[in-house]
């Protein structure tokens, strides 16, 4: 495999085609141009072999997911993506799949418009750590902390699809192999929401993005916001697929608490719930109405009208280890 500066030109190094990146790859540091008038958005994640991804998981799909999952982050934030580094630990030499991997990453890259700038590699067990830079226009950064009392709640897309896909993945569900097909799909490859994220800087007092499952998430932006939500559990979409190969029992804790949906979860005032439908409506991405902000601190659910009880948590890192 060479030495650390051989994977990195072998594998990595790959022309810019982006006139905000001063300097790349081979310095100290990454040398960008901010647009004026501009605020600057970062978000990292890391993806731990065994504990993010499966062992046997295509390195294409890995890269894929890498990127994907932090361009979500952006999304949520109304921002532009433009820049990326990537620390990359390796358990030893693989061309094979430093070549298909390296191959997947370009790939989702070049799609959204992200120059990687620079990063580091080290051997030891198979993680990564990506960090995306993206910018908005100053001042209109969409935040966890602005729903308001009589706020509508929506989420874009499908939920628990890519639940669905892991449990496919592990041989926890049984599928025909289209249906299969799909759901992996959802889970190995999620669909950054940026456009969507782009047309709510205008419209939408929070928002989100959907990794550790609604339940979960939402109780965050109620807790930063300092209020509650009524959600209504027949208003959750789910795709003909996930009802297909699940109980409807099942398909709802998915969709629930499931995780890893990589959608959109955001609030909008009454006022704005027409401008919004003819924003989303240009993107082509769906959207759904589940529920309002209401005063209090938790969420209420309810069926058709009817209280539900239900006691539903996301995924916890830490929990897991406990």
Known sequence: MGSEFDVIKRYFD???HRKDVLKGIGDDGALLALPPNSELVISTD????GTHFLPEIDPADLAHKAVAV?????AAMGAEPAWMTLAITLPGEDPAWLERFSDGLHEICQYYGVALVGGDTTRGPLSLTVTVHGHLPQGKALLRSGA???DWIYVTGNLGDSAAGLRCLLGQLEADDESRDYLTERHL???PRLLAGRALRHHASSAMDLSDGLASDLGHILKASGVGAQ???SQLPMSAVLKSVVTPEQALELALAGGEDYEL???VPEAEKGALATALAETGINHTCIGQIVAGEAIRYQNAGEPVELTLSGYDHFKESE
Request: glycine share 4%; proline share 8%.
């Open 14 to 16: 790959r022309p810019v």
């Open 46 to 49: 890391t993806l731990v072999c």
């Open 189 to 191: 490859r999620p669909r």
């Open 231 to 233: 959600v209504e559990l």
């Open 265 to 267: 979860l955001f609030t």
């Open 148 to 150: 308001r009392i009589g």
């Open 70 to 74: 932090n361009l979500s982050d952006l």
